[in-house]
């Protein structure tokens, strides 16, 4: 019978730890809060740099007329004409967190702003929303494994 037990006791922890959670879900999405503030801080201060930085190396991302992009590298590719542009500014501000029933997967959504200027340097400013899922690493710190995000329709004038 004490046999049985410690085979049950071996068999059944690992997943009754793994369904628990996390201790403090709304604690921890917070800290994801925090997590994507600072994605948003470093893109702005490092550029390129900064970006990669936050990006799991299998990450991935969708782009209209595009097949799935995936890997830090083609992602690193991807965003660096964007980045690299002395004219134009992207700044983004997460809304919301929410956390998987395990802990190690949450998500984050926002709102973003793409300020350029056009042909004759007027000042041109896009917005959209974006969602940004992240992997929770080993250290405890949070990696982008997909990130994708829709531009707002301009208005228009009523006919």
Do not use: C
Not at 18 to 38: F, M, R, T, W
Not at 42 to 52: D, E, L, P, R
Not at 128 to 135: A, D, E, P
């Amino acid at each position: 019978m004490n046999r049985f037990l410690l085979m049950a006791v071996i068999v059944l922890a690992p997943s009754s730890f793994l369904l628990a959670g996390p201790k403090d879900p709304q604690a921890e999405s917070i800290i994801l809060l925090k997590a994507d503030e600072a994605f948003d801080a470093a893109t702005a201060a490092q550029g390129v740099k900064g970006f990669a930085s936050f990006l799991a190396e299998d990450v991935a991302t969708l782009r209209p007329d595009k097949p799935i992009i995936t890997g830090k590298d083609a992602m690193t590719a991807l965003w660096t004409p964007l980045l690299s542009n002395p004219s134009l500014t992207i700044r983004w501000k997460p809304l919301k967190a929410s956390l998987s029933g395990g802990g190690d997967l949450g998500y984050t959504v926002g709102t973003y702003e793409i300020t350029s200027k056009d042909e004759q340097g007027t000042h041109v400013v896009a917005t959209g929303k974006y969602v940004t899922i992240w992997r929770k690493q080993g250290d405890s710190s949070w990696k982008v494994a997909f990130d994708s995000g829709v531009e707002d329709t301009a208005a228009q004038k009523a006919k």
